[in-house]
Structures are given as structure tokens and as C-alpha cells.
């Protein structure tokens, strides 16, 4: 059963914007520390964005600060991210998902996952 579901994933050049949500279907966003990860063909996931809006938390891989952005929208259920100034390297799948536990100045312990949007970037 999908409980996490992502969207907004396209093919866009250098420089572009995009602004991928996920939405709850069955899991509930709140309260929630929630992340956004990417998967690249052949490598481990890697965490992009974590909130923890419980607590006013959040955490930025180095090399997404200044370009991304996540938010979360209780009322409706999704959390969201913002791409801004896409560069090629940032082409993979992203996915959604809901953790355990915030440690580290980060979201660990990923529990449910949505099935991932692509995102593509060219020069």
C-alpha cells in the first residue's frame, strides 16, 4: 500500500527550477520528520532535505544550501521541495519519506518511502 507520493520530477535544463511535492495518501505528514532523498543508477540513496517541523528543524546536504528549499503544508498533507538553479549533477530519482528519529542534525531511521520521481537535468 502506498502511503508516500511524489510528483513534480520532469527534464529540465541547467539553470531551471523545479518544485517536486509528496504527498500522504495514507501516512500522515505531521509531526513527522520527513526527507527528501535522491538515487542515482547504482548508488545508495542520499539524503537532500529533512524538516522536522515539530521542532523548527532542518537539514541541507552541502551541496543543495542557497538552491533548495523543503516546506511542509499540514493541511494538505504534502511536504515539498524547491529546486532552484538545477545544475546537471543534481539529475536522479527523488524520493520521499518519513523517519524515526532526528540525529545528527538530520532525519535517520527511514521507515516509509513513496516510489520516487525522476528528475533530469541537461546542459
Known amino acids: 500500500q502506498v502511503q508516500l507520493v511524489e510528483s513534480g520530477g520532469d527534464s529540465v535544463q541547467a539553470g531551471g527550477s523545479l518544485t517536486l511535492s509528496c504527498v500522504g495518501a495514507v501516512y500522515s505528514v505531521s509531526g513527522n520528520c520527513m526527507g527528501w532523498l535522491l538515487q542515482v543508477s547504482g548508488k545508495d540513496r542520499e539524503g537532500v532535505a529533512h524538516?522536522?517541523?515539530?521542532?523548527?528543524?532542518?537539514y541541507y546536504d552541502d551541496s543543495v544550501k542557497g538552491r533548495f528549499t523543503i516546506s511542509q503544508d499540514d493541511a494538505k498533507n504534502t511536504v515539498y521541495l524547491q529546486m532552484n538553479t538545477l545544475k546537471t549533477e543534481d539529475t536522479a530519482k527523488y524520493y520521499c519519506a518519513s523517519a524515526g528519529l532526528w540525529e545528527g542534525g538530520r532525519c535517520t531511521r527511514f521507515l516509509n518511502w513513496g516510489q520516487g520521481t525522476q528528475v533530469t537535468v541537461s546542459s
Open positions: 524538516t522536522y517541523t515539530r521542532y523548527g528543524w532542518l
